[in-house]
């Protein structure tokens, strides 16, 4: 059975920065897309970034470039989330995800498109 467990959400003040942690188990991941997407309350989820298989392409929200990077270690199983110069509006619950499809192009960005969803980590930026 596939597990995705994300972790380093936190608070955080403006301009400060957080990595979250995507832990997928049950299964090897290193020929799927994987995804990070949030959700903040009273709005729907959106994708945040995306990350192919390989790690050679990438997937940013117009709303993150240039503050977050996603990466991706196949060894270990596990995606993260570099994210810099946060800002209050940024606070959500984040979500990691993984498409089902192997060797998919190009990277997905829509939560249909994804098989496997982690349980969420809070992130919380304060003003």
């Known amino acids: 059975q596939v597990q995705l467990v994300e972790s380093g959400g936190g608070l955080v003040q403006t301009g400060g920065s957080l990595r979250l942690s995507c832990a997928a188990s049950g299964r090897t991941f290193g020929t799927n897309a994987m995804g990070w997407f949030r959700r903040a309350p009273g709005k729907a989820r959106e994708c945040v970034a995306a990350?192919?298989?390989?790690?050679?392409?990438?997937y940013y929200a117009d709303f993150v470039k240039g503050r977050f990077t996603i990466s991706r270690d196949n060894a270990k199983n596990t995606v993260y989330l570099q994210m810099n110069s946060l800002k209050p509006e940024d606070t959500a619950v984040y979500y990691c995800a993984v498409r089902s499809e192997s060797y998919s192009y190009p990277v997905p960005t829509s939560a249909p498109d994804f098989g496997s969803w982690g349980q969420g980590t809070q992130v919380t930026v304060s003003s």
């Open positions: 990350i192919s298989w390989s790690g050679g392409s990438t």
